[in-house]
């Protein structure tokens, strides 16, 4: 049994939680609020601010892990390094965790150092470098900050006066304390995919079909997989994969999106973790899903392949208005956690289940859990898209 310290506990270490819990292992849950979806199934938990140096090094004394595996963008990262000094497994890697957590670092090492092909990019610290680089990467464009989580403080910038309102948005989307943002020059794509690639101990890198995804307020709505798309263009993005997940070393699951043209591909993001539109694996369209993978591949256990077994997706289901927020004078119990109605007429949908998170808290367009849908191969995959639909619409956060 390994004592594994997560640090992140929403609803995707909620899943990596339960895949350790299913072979044996031992889970702290680490989050900057109590009662997150991760510490409701782990051995134990800890509530403290990521980003505090001190505060991490406490409860990595206090437990001694013998793995760290981050799920969150804010973290102090550069602290991970020594901890993998002093013998203690960082998934994937202090490196990898270091450079993915921050846009400016792997972007860098995808174009400049491995001359994969992406869209052109500024960096910007003042609105005044940022209206500098807008000119020069030029308009439509799009400007993101450099960390953050699931497209958050992200803007389509179509016009000069656009430009403030996209500063303000990424400054307030940024996780952690960094102040800069980066420019990138507007492709005319057809669709994006994650091609979630998995990195073995002592394995071959293997990887998962293709899963298409739909954003909106950069924030992702559904998914599907498989995305149907040309086989030598996936080839070329699994191609790109292995170069930059080998750069960055280590083992576990990876979340690398990229942009699809007609006859292109463009490297965009790389988490080292399992990726949010990965979800739709839980609708049972492999032989092991996203978590199960990532949690093999950290504690070394084979992977001997990965088959495609059905078609499927993933629709979000989302909070409509703001509930109780979580202080020192209240920490709420399960019994004030969000309500929820509808499942009953959701779960009437054949081939569909339904995942809540159990988050204790709303927000306006938080999300809340999922519906997902399988189907055979053969099926229409825009069929099952509205059969996942509907079953998240039947679903509504009290």
């Known amino acids: 049994m390994k004592k594994i310290l997560l640090l992140g506990s929403g609803e995707l270490g909620k899943e990596v939680t339960i895949a350790c819990k299913r072979l044996g292992q031992y889970v702290i849950a680490v989050d900057n609020y109590p009662n997150a979806p991760a510490m409701q199934v782990a051995d134990s938990f800890e509530v403290i601010d990521m980003l505090d140096t001190d505060a991490l090094e406490k409860i990595v004394k206090k437990h001694s892990p013998d793995l760290i595996v981050p799920e969150v963008e804010s973290i102090r990262t550069e602290k991970l390094f020594d901890f993998e000094k002093a013998g203690i497994q960082v998934v994937p890697s202090a490196k990898a965790t270091n450079y993915t957590m921050n846009r400016k670092a792997i972007r860098d090492l995808a174009s400049k150092d491995l001359g994969l ?98 954003q909106e307020r950069g924030d992702y709505m559904e998914s599907w997989q498989p995305c149907p798309m ?24 990876w979340g690398i999106e990229f942009f699809i043209g007609k006859d292109t591909v463009w490297f965009s993001e790389l988490s080292p973790r399992p990726h949010d539109t990965g979800m739709v694996t839980l609708a049972g369209t492999q032989n092991l899903n996203e978590f199960e993978l990532h949690t093999r591949a950290i504690l070394g256990l084979p992977i001997e392949k990965i088959d495609l077994l059905k078609s499927g997706v993933s629709a979000v289901i989302l909070a409509e208005k703001s509930g109780n927020e979580i202080n020192k004078e209240n920490n709420l119990t399960p019994e004030n956690f969000p309500k929820f109605s509808g499942i009953e007429d959701a779960l009437q949908i054949p081939n569909t289940d339904i995942k809540i998170f159990g988050k204790p808290t709303t927000r306006k367009f938080r999300r809340m859990g999922v519906a997902v849908t399988y189907a055979d191969l053969d099926t229409d995959i825009n069929e099952t898209r509205k059969i996942a639909k509907q079953a998240a619409d039947c679903v509504n956060v009290l």
């Not at 900050?145 to 307030?172: C, H, N, T």
């Not at 990195?199 to 739909?214: D, M, S, V, Y």
């Not at 996936?234 to 280590?250: D, I, Y």
Request: charged share 25%.
């Open 117 to 214: 092909k992406t869209a052109n990019y500024e960096y910007a610290k003042t609105l005044e470098e940022l209206e500098t680089a807008v000119e020069k990467i030029g308009i439509p464009c799009v400007i993101k900050p450099l960390m953050s989580s699931s497209g958050k403080g992200q803007s389509y910038v179509r016009e000069f006066s656009d430009i403030k309102k996209a500063w303000d948005d990424a400054l307030a989307g940024s996780r952690g304390d960094l102040v800069e943002v980066i420019v990138e020059s507007f492709i005319d794509f057809e669709y994006e995919i994650t091609l979630l690639t998995v990195t073995q101990k002592n394995g071959e890198t293997l990887f998962c079909a293709p899963i298409g995804h739909r």
């Open 230 to 253: 040309k086989i030598e263009l996936l080839q070329e993005a699994q191609e790109m994969a292995k170069k930059v997940t080998a750069q960055l070393g280590g083992a576990g699951i």
